[in-house]
Nanobody
Framework: VQLQASGGGLVQAGDSLRLSCAAT????????MGWFRQAPGKEREFVAA????????DYVDSVKGRFTISRDNPKNTVFLQMNSLKIEDTAVYYC????????????????????WGQGTLVTVSS
């Protein structure tokens, strides 16, 4: 599976961005998709994940109510809609894919993810 993330950019606090991650090279089914981010000088952190059925979703507390993860399985694409962006959301955002037999499987641990995209930079200014 190859993952290509896009949609990052420079925005002001309070603005919105929509990240996309397109998967190629393998069926999108059976893969939970996650978004992680890494801010300068910080460790990578989990942001959101969605099971391959779309029936199970998880967010880190700091983005709940502001970010929405979704997926379009026929188009092999996962999205991260980010609203009310804050300066502390500034980071490189990575999409990742994790194989699960369960339609509702997903995880927060990056080690569970088999494939990673190249990252897209989101910069939020004041």
């Amino acid at each position: 599976v190859q993952l290509q993330a896009s949609g990052g950019g420079l925005v002001q606090a309070g603005d919105s961005l929509r990240l996309s991650c397109a998967a190629t090279g393998h069926t999108f089914n059976n893969y939970a998709m996650g978004w992680f981010r890494q801010a300068p000088g910080k460790e990578r952190e989990f942001v959101a994940a969605i099971s391959w059925s779309g029936g199970n979703i998880d967010y880190v507390d700091s983005v709940k109510g502001r970010f929405t993860i979704s997926r379009d399985n026929p188009k092999n694409t996962v999205f991260l809609q980010m609203n009310s962006l804050k300066i502390e959301d500034t980071a490189v955002y990575y999409c990742a894919a994790a194989y699960f037999r369960s339609a509702y499987g997903l995880g927060r641990n990056g080690a569970s993810y088999n494939y990673w995209g190249q990252g897209t930079l989101v910069t939020v200014s004041s």
